[in-house]
C-alpha cells in the first residue's frame, strides 16, 4: 500500500495526509525539545501545551516563521516523527509533498525539500498553498475563469487570483494569526498592565474575537500576571477591544486582498465579482472577517467549509492523481 503523503507544514499547525487514507492528523508544528541534549520530548498538541510551562531547560520551539524554515534541524526532527507517526519505515521510502506559500524564495524551498529528503522521504515535490487551497475548495483552477483565493494562516496571508492552473496575480504579507494573538497580548499589557501568555491571547482572539461588529457584544474574563505587583491578576474584555487590539493586521490583510483584485486583468476580475472571493485558513474562522472583507471589496465572500484542512485536502487530491497535475506541482522533485 502506498504510503505516500502530503504535508500542509504551516507555521502554527503541521496537518498530514495519506495516499488513499486521508487526513491521518492535523497538530500545532511544535517541539519541546531538551535545551541541553537537543532530545526531542514531545511533538504537536502534546507540546503545545508546554509553551510557556516548563522549567528552563525544556524549550517548546516552532520551528517555522511565516512559512519559513527558522530552524533547519528542529523542522527536519519534525518531518522526521510525521513520516515516524505515518508508519513509515527504513524500507518504506514515501514520496511526499510539501505545501508552501507562494511567497517563499527559490532558497527557503530548497530548504523545505531538503529537510523532507533529510528526514527520510524518497522524493519530495513541492506546491504553492494558494492552489491547493482553491483545489480543496472546489474551485474550477484549471478552467479560463478567476478565482480569488484569500488564505490566511499562522504566519503569512496570501491573496491569489488562479486561472488555467497557475496564479495569475498574488499578494502576500507576513502577517497571520500569530500576529493577531501577538497585538492582542500587547493591547493587555498597554491597557490593562498585564501579562498574558500567547495560548491565552489565542483562547480570547477565538472566544470574543471579531474582525466586524457582531449582535451580541461578547465579553471574557482573563487572568494573568500584574506587571507592578507581579501577582496574578483577573479583567473583563469586550470583544470591541479585540478588535480594536487585531484592527491594523486586519486592515493589511484586507488591502492585500484590495491590491490583488487591483493588479488582475479586467476578464478576470469580472469573474471574482460574479463567484466572489473564498476565504480560507485558519485565520478565515475569525468571527465576522467575512463580512468585513466583502464590505471592503464589495464582492460577495464564502468562508470554506473546512479552511484548516482545505490546503493539505487539495495537496492529497493532486496526490491521488499526481499524473494528471503535475503542471501544479512546483519543480519534478529532488532527490
Do not use: H
Not at 474584555?237 to 493586521?249: F, G, K, L, V, Y
Not at 486586519?250 to 487591483?262: E, F, K, N, Q
Not at 475569525?286 to 463580512?291: E, K, Y
Request: some cysteine.
Amino acid at each position: 500500500m502506498s504510503r505516500d503523503l502530503a504535508i500542509d507544514l504551516g507555521t502554527a499547525n503541521t496537518l498530514v495526509y495519506q495516499k488513499n487514507k486521508g487526513i491521518l492528523f492535523a497538530e500545532p508544528s511544535v517541539l519541546a525539545l531538551n535545551k541541553e541534549t537537543g532530545a526531542v520530548l514531545a511533538m504537536g498538541e502534546e507540546a503545545w501545551q508546554m509553551i510557556g510551562r516548563t522549567p528552563g531547560y525544556i524549550v517548546a520551539v516552532r520551528p517555522l516563521r511565516s512559512g519559513a524554515i527558522s530552524d533547519f534541524d528542529v523542522t527536519e526532527k519534525l518531518i522526521r516523527l510525521i513520516l515516524q507517526r505515518a508508519g513509515v519505515g527504513r524500507f518504506s521510502r514515501p514520496k511526499v509533498l510539501v505545501c508552501v506559500p507562494s511567497a517563499l524564495t527559490g532558497v527557503e524551498r530548497r530548504a523545505v525539500e531538503e529537510a523532507a529528503l533529510a528526514a527520510g522521504a524518497r522524493s519530495c515535490n513541492l506546491i504553492e498553498e494558494p492552489i491547493a487551497a482553491a483545489i480543496g475548495a472546489d474551485l474550477p483552477i484549471q478552467e479560463p475563469v478567476g478565482s480569488l483565493v484569500v488564505d490566511i494562516g499562522g504566519g503569512t496571508s496570501e491573496v491569489a487570483l488562479i486561472s488555467m492552473g497557475g496564479i495569475v496575480t498574488n499578494t502576500a504579507v507576513r502577517v497571520g494569526g500569530f500576529d493577531l494573538d501577538a497585538s492582542i497580548q500587547n493591547y493587555v499589557r498597554r491597557e490593562y498592565a498585564m501579562a498574558i501568555g500567547e495560548r491565552t491571547a489565542e483562547q480570547i482572539k477565538i472566544e470574543v474575537g471579531s474582525a466586524f461588529p457582531m449582535p451580541a457584544g461578547n465579553k471574557a474574563e482573563i487572568r494573568g500576571r500584574d506587571l507592578a505587583t507581579g501577582l496574578p491578576k483577573n479583567i473583563v474584555i469586550t470583544s470591541e477591544e479585540i478588535r480594536e487590539a487585531i484592527d491594523e493586521q486586519i486592515r493589511s490583510i484586507i488591502a492585500a486582498t484590495v491590491d490583488c483584485i487591483g493588479a488582475s486583468p479586467p476578464d478576470l476580475v469580472q469573474d471574482v465579482l460574479t463567484g466572489g472571493i473564498t476565504l480560507t485558513g485558519g485565520g478565515g474562522m475569525l468571527a465576522g472577517l467575512d463580512m468585513l472583507l466583502s464590505q471592503e471589496t464589495e464582492v460577495p465572500v464564502r468562508v470554506t467549509d473546512k479552511p484548516l484542512e482545505s490546503v493539505v485536502l487539495g495537496a492529497g487530491r493532486c496526490l491521488e492523481a499526481f499524473d494528471e497535475v503535475k503542471s501544479l506541482i512546483l519543480g519534478s522533485g529532488a532527490g
